[in-house]
């Protein structure tokens, strides 16, 4: 069974670029034009938002460099322990709303200190694996589509974040149990 699914999503995507490529032949438009097109477009996207990535991934090493991370990670962590989500990912959490990337260098310096089958080590990669990066994804894409009116955006995405918190801390808890 899994040499099926290893083999089917081998061939995936380039049956999906074919299906592209047939379905503009048989509509009779110019494929090659249209997808220059669609990269200059792109391409016009990412300088225009390249400003705020640049500044969310400074403000991220500003934080994780001066320690302010571990000291909230300190402040809350008797609140969160009882809960049963460790003080020791709240840098983590905290991150992970603005760069995947950085969380993950986070992350690894977890695994290297609790190691990855510890409680914190579960929580940590169920925790990535059930979260977004609300702040980076709400600049990116509202910027490129010029949204302003971003209603409950916010509100919906912390929500679920939050509830991708809770659901690691009841699988790892599970898992160790």
């Given at each position: 069974m899994l040499s099926v699914l290893s083999n089917l999503s081998n061939i995936i995507i380039p049956l999906v670029i074919f299906y592209?490529?047939?379905?503009?032949?048989?509509?009779?438009?110019?494929?090659?034009?249209?997808?220059?097109?669609?990269?200059?477009?792109?391409?016009?996207?990412?300088?225009?938002?390249?400003?705020?990535?640049?500044?969310?991934?400074?403000?991220?090493?500003?934080?994780?460099?001066?320690g302010f991370l571990d000291f909230v990670g300190r402040i809350t962590g008797g609140l969160t322990d009882c809960l049963g989500y460790p003080s020791e990912l709240i840098p983590v959490t905290i991150?992970?709303?603005?760069?995947?990337?950085?969380?993950?260098?986070?992350?690894?310096d977890l695994f290297k200190r609790y190691g990855t089958d510890s409680y914190i080590g579960l929580v940590t990669s169920i925790m990535m694996s059930c979260t977004e990066t609300v702040f980076y994804t709400m600049s990116v894409y509202f910027m490129a589509a010029k949204v302003t009116k971003t209603r409950f955006t916010l509100a919906g995405a912390l929500l679920s974040t939050l509830a991708g918190i809770v659901a690691s801390v009841l699988l790892a808890r599970g898992m160790v149990l």
């Amino acid at each position: 069974m899994l040499s099926v699914l290893s083999n089917l999503s081998n061939i995936i995507i380039p049956l999906v670029i074919f299906y592209i490529v047939a379905e503009g032949i048989l509509a009779r438009t110019n494929i090659y034009e249209d997808f220059i097109k669609g990269a200059k477009d792109g391409f016009q996207v990412v300088i225009r938002i390249m400003p705020t990535l640049i500044g969310l991934m400074v403000a991220v090493g500003i934080l994780r460099a001066s320690g302010f991370l571990d000291f909230v990670g300190r402040i809350t962590g008797g609140l969160t322990d009882c809960l049963g989500y460790p003080s020791e990912l709240i840098p983590v959490t905290i991150i992970k709303m603005f760069s995947s990337s950085a969380a993950t260098g986070l992350v690894l310096d977890l695994f290297k200190r609790y190691g990855t089958d510890s409680y914190i080590g579960l929580v940590t990669s169920i925790m990535m694996s059930c979260t977004e990066t609300v702040f980076y994804t709400m600049s990116v894409y509202f910027m490129a589509a010029k949204v302003t009116k971003t209603r409950f955006t916010l509100a919906g995405a912390l929500l679920s974040t939050l509830a991708g918190i809770v659901a690691s801390v009841l699988l790892a808890r599970g898992m160790v149990l």
